[in-house]
């Protein structure tokens, strides 16, 4: 019996899933000006630091080359380590509770593997960061979408049988919000009740004013017991572009992480580490100055919006703002493709940070 040639077809879990709107218009941005189009970009998510390139001689040649440990390499994560302590009261072990990933976008997604079966569900707020649900989708989970409108005390109502994960962003992409001791302690008192893993996002943590104004969800929970933290060198370093990020939990978990981390990337890229490690507090010296001066700025910008009376969600960290177009009878799509096709400016709809968004563009 002859088999029937079967036509290309994805997977349901592909075909499914939608392009992260961010990165859709910034790459209609980049081949825009591939053409000559002069854009005005206030869709990019990085900021850019002026910071100098320095020597590469003295890495050390070849291990450069070479793969190096999954883990990420034992100064990398004594350097993180010591990061934490410092800046943010978090204690952990750089040998067994840290996992240095390529980018903090793969650590979600490792440790969403990690926690989540099919069928399980995922709690995340809204606006939420585009790649939240789609991650969990493609994990075979259900992300519950929360509207921007209710809180974190409205969370419970969420809560079934099903669910396993929490996921905080804090600070928020695209708001900016900074969630406060009260807000946190309910979620973590939430984890506790349910028996539930918070995976709490902190990608843009240095982008604070002072470092007391930041609370890292780790220092509730300091036995790591029901807490994934993911972060990201490449966000608050200001090299976006290198890819690397980490995850902090405890040793249980990481180490079921790590198979995951081993299978997809092996290990992150050995070159950028080392160089990380050599110039660590070099680049922070020159950033954190930068990120004073940015922030600084982000609070002149909302008192012109509110000179303009353009409305917008509140927040007082990281460069976006995320603004209302509720006056405007366009989709959020409809009104930033009107924009960059018209007026040359690259915006992010607000419909990719969930679906009670779709009155509001995120800028930056």
């Known amino acids: 019996m002859l088999l029937k040639k079967k036509s290309f077809l994805p997977s349901k879990i592909a075909s499914n899933s939608i392009q992260a709107l961010s990165i859709k218009y910034n ?71 840290i996992m240095i990933t390529a980018g903090s976008k793969a650590a979600i997604h490792i440790a969403l593997m990690t926690l989540i079966d099919p069928g399980d569900e995922v709690i995340i707020h809204e606006p939420a960061w585009v790649s ?56 973590y ?80 890229p050995t070159i950028l580490e080392y160089y990380i490690v050599k110039y660590f507090q070099d680049i922070l010296n020159i950033t954190k100055p930068q990120i004073k001066k940015l922030i600084q700025k982000r609070y002149k910008i909302s008192k012109f919006l509110g000179e303009l009376s353009l409305k917008y969600l509140p927040g007082s960290s990281t460069f976006y703002f995320f603004i209302s177009i509720a006056g405007s009878n366009l989709s959020s799509e409809e009104f930033c493709i009107k924009l960059l096709n018209e007026y040359h400016v690259s915006t992010a709809p607000g419909i990719g940070y969930g679906k009670s968004c779709d009155k509001f563009i995120r800028v930056n």
């Open 189 to 268: 008192n939430l984890a506790q009740k349910y028996n539930l893993y918070v995976l709490s996002d902190e990608a843009y943590s240095d982008f604070v004013l002072n470092n007391d104004e930041f609370i890292s969800f780790a220092e509730l929970d300091t036995e790591k017991k029901y807490t994934i933290i993911v972060n990201s060198l490449s966000k608050n370093f200001g090299i976006s572009g290198w890819r690397l990020g980490y995850m902090i939990s405890n040793k249980d978990l990481i180490n079921q992480s790590l198979k995951i981390n081993q299978h997809l990337i092996t290990c992150p």
């Open 132 to 187: 939240f649900p789609e991650q969990v989708k493609l994990c075979y989970g259900v992300p519950i979408q929360v509207p921007y409108d209710k809180t974190v005390f409205d969370f419970e109502e969420y809560i079934t049988d099903k669910t396993k994960v929490i996921i905080v962003n804090n600070p928020n992409n695209p708001t900016g919000k900074v969630y406060n001791l009260e807000e946190m302690s309910h979620i």
């Open 27 to 97: 790459n209609i941005v980049y081949e825009k000006q591939r053409e000559g189009e002069d854009i005005i970009v206030l869709s990019l998510g990085e900021a850019f630091f002026d910071i100098p390139l320095n020597s590469f001689d003295d890495l050390p040649y070849p291990k450069i080359l070479h793969y190096s440990h999954s883990r990420g390499i034992p100064e990398l994560r004594e350097k993180i380590s010591k990061y934490f302590s410092e800046a943010y009261d978090v204690i952990f072990d750089s040998e067994k509770e």
